[in-house]
């Protein structure tokens, strides 16, 4: 599993702990159902956001990371083919060498 995935994992597992720890404890608090209600409500609001925030944040990290291989890769394919070029170069002037003082 990579790394990107545990941390999703974790994150989903985060969030989900606060869900379910918060409703609890706004359940097991003595007050009305409706300020019970009311606090839930929020404190879903409230996790929303922040869990929207998170998400986000993770998902232009990852699109900066996936930006930084294309770069490299596409580094490494220029230099693969300024290379190809160059070796083609060499053998041809080789040849023609070759074929010179042969002839």
Request: charged share 20%.
């Amino acid at each position: 599993m990579s790394s990107q995935n545990r941390g999703a994992l974790f994150f989903a597992g985060l969030v989900m702990g606060g869900v379910v720890g918060a409703s609890l404890a706004l359940l097991l608090a003595p007050q009305s159902g409706e300020e019970t209600r009311s606090q839930i409500r929020d404190k879903s609001l409230e996790l929303k956001a922040g869990a929207t925030e998170s998400l986000t944040e993770a998902g232009n990290r990852a699109q900066a990371q996936v930006d930084a291989w294309q770069e490299k890769g596409q580094a490494v394919t220029d230099a693969i083919s300024r290379s190809k070029d160059s070796l083609i170069q060499a053998v041809s002037q080789s040849k023609d060498r070759v074929v010179e003082a042969a002839g």
